[in-house]
Structures are given as structure tokens and as C-alpha cells.
């Protein structure tokens, strides 16, 4: 008797305690790739990244043109050059390929860290605009509405448009 008695004491006490934080819920969603690249600071990272994307493709472009150029004259002329030269033409062909793929695979490299350098830092500021109107509007908890873990989220609860609207403002 006195141990179901308890157990019912326990539950009351979880359901007391319970009920009022459940009443204060308050959930809310951001995209934080829309508000990335539909803030001010975004658009223009994004800019200066299509910048610096345009100028190695360019410069990489007129390398594989030459490279290709190359492979035409050793299709060519590989009939009528000696054994000697089509080889040393073949091995200048080989070598300039794979310093291409370097110089693809480095260029690569350098544009993924551009473009963390340029949106890392929007990120962060965005990560503090996030952390105080979740504080301001008494959120309990602002999920990233990108990410795999919401399947569903109400256009009602979704504070990307305020979270863009203040990091803007306070960019200015």
C-alpha cells in the first residue's frame, strides 16, 4: 500500500512539474542555406566565389586547349616521327596531363577553402543572430531546417526570414 501510494506521489510530482514546461514549449525552424544566400553578406560571397571560380576555369581552360592541341600533333605526326621523338613527345604529353589533373585537383582544393573562408564567418554571425532571437522571443529550442533531423516543419515556426532580416540590419 504504501509503495503504490508513493508511486502515484512520484507520477503527480512528474506530471506537476511536467505540464507548465510543456505549456512553454516553443520551436522554431531556420534554413540556414537560404538565409546564407539570401542575406547581403551572402549574395556578395557568393559573387566574389563565382569570381574566383570563373578565373580558374578560365586559366585551366586554356591549358587543357593546349594540352589537347598537343595530343592532336602526337596523333598526328606519330607515324612519321621516329621512335626516339614519339617517345619524348608522348612523355611531354603524359607529364603535362598530370600536372593538369594536379593543377585540377589544387585548384579544387583552394576553391572549397574560398568558399569555407567566405561563408564561415556569415555562418558564425548568423549562428549568434540564431542564439539571440531564440533568447529575445523566449525560443526553447531553433532547429536547422536543412538538416535531415526536421522532416516537417509549419511555415509558422520558421524565423529564417527573421534571422535574414536581422543579420542585415545589423551588417549595414
Not at 531556420?30 to 549574395?43: F, I, P
Not at 583552394?110 to 531564440?134: F, H, N, P, Y
Not at 533568447?135 to 536543412?146: A, F, G, K, P, W
Request: contains cysteine.
Amino acid at each position: 500500500m504504501k509503495r503504490a501510494t508513493f508511486c502515484v506521489a512520484v507520477v503527480l510530482a512528474l506530471v506537476a512539474v511536467a505540464w507548465p514546461a510543456r505549456a512553454e514549449l516553443k520551436i522554431g525552424i531556420v534554413d540556414l542555406q537560404r538565409a546564407l544566400n539570401e542575406s547581403v553578406a551572402g549574395k556578395k560571397a557568393k559573387e566574389q566565389f563565382k569570381v574566383e571560380f570563373d578565373r580558374m576555369q578560365n586559366s585551366l581552360k586554356s591549358e587543357k586547349d593546349r594540352l589537347d592541341r598537343l595530343k592532336e600533333d602526337l596523333d598526328k605526326k606519330s607515324v612519321v616521327l621516329k621512335e626516339e621523338e614519339r617517345k619524348t613527345m608522348s612523355e611531354d604529353f603524359e607529364r603535362k596531363r598530370r600536372d593538369l589533373r594536379r593543377k585540377l585537383e589544387d585548384s579544387d582544393a583552394e576553391l572549397r577553402k574560398k568558399d569555407s573562408e567566405l561563408t564561415g564567418e556569415i555562418l558564425k554571425d548568423l549562428a549568434v543572430v540564431i542564439q539571440e532571437i531564440g533568447q529575445r522571443d523566449s525560443y526553447t529550442v531553433i532547429l536547422e531546417n536543412s538538416s535531415s533531423s526536421v522532416l516537417y516543419g509549419a511555415k509558422s515556426i520558421d524565423v529564417t526570414d527573421e534571422v535574414i532580416k536581422t543579420y542585415d540590419a545589423r551588417k549595414k
